[in-house]
């Protein structure tokens, strides 16, 4: 399975983005699937992630602005973000959870400044 991010750009501070995450193979049977970021200067974290039951998880600092969701038919992985803030600049990556090495892809910049 190759995962491919997209969908980053330069946003205002409130503003909003929708990350996608094409999957070159089935994830279907992935049972979690994660979105994670890295901010400059900072190690990976893990900000969403979703079952295939569509039980989803969020940070604690992205909770109520951000939204998870997945397409197990067309293989896609969403990342709504909401109400944007500085610190929610930095590149984001899907893989799986808990990921695997061999899924990581390029990653997706996001920055938010005004």
């Known amino acids: 399975v190759q995962l491919q991010a997209s969908g980053g750009g330069l946003v205002q501070p409130g503003g909003s983005l929708r990350l996608s995450c094409a999957a070159s193979?089935?994830?279907?049977?992935?049972?979690?699937m994660g979105w994670y970021r890295q901010a400059p200067g900072k190690q990976r974290e893990l900000v969403a992630r979703?079952?295939?039951?569509?039980?989803?998880y969020y940070v604690g600092s992205v909770k109520g602005r951000f939204t998870i969701s997945r397409d197990n038919a067309k293989n896609w992985v969403y990342l709504q973000m909401n109400s944007l803030k500085p610190e929610d600049t930095a590149v984001y990556y899907c893989?799986?959870?808990?990921?695997?090495?061999?899924?990581w892809g390029q990653g997706t910049l996001v920055t938010v400044s005004s």
């Open positions: 979703i079952t295939s039951g569509g039980d989803t």
């Open positions: 193979g089935s994830i279907f049977s992935i049972n979690s």
């Open positions: 893989n799986a959870f808990p990921y695997r090495n061999e899924y």
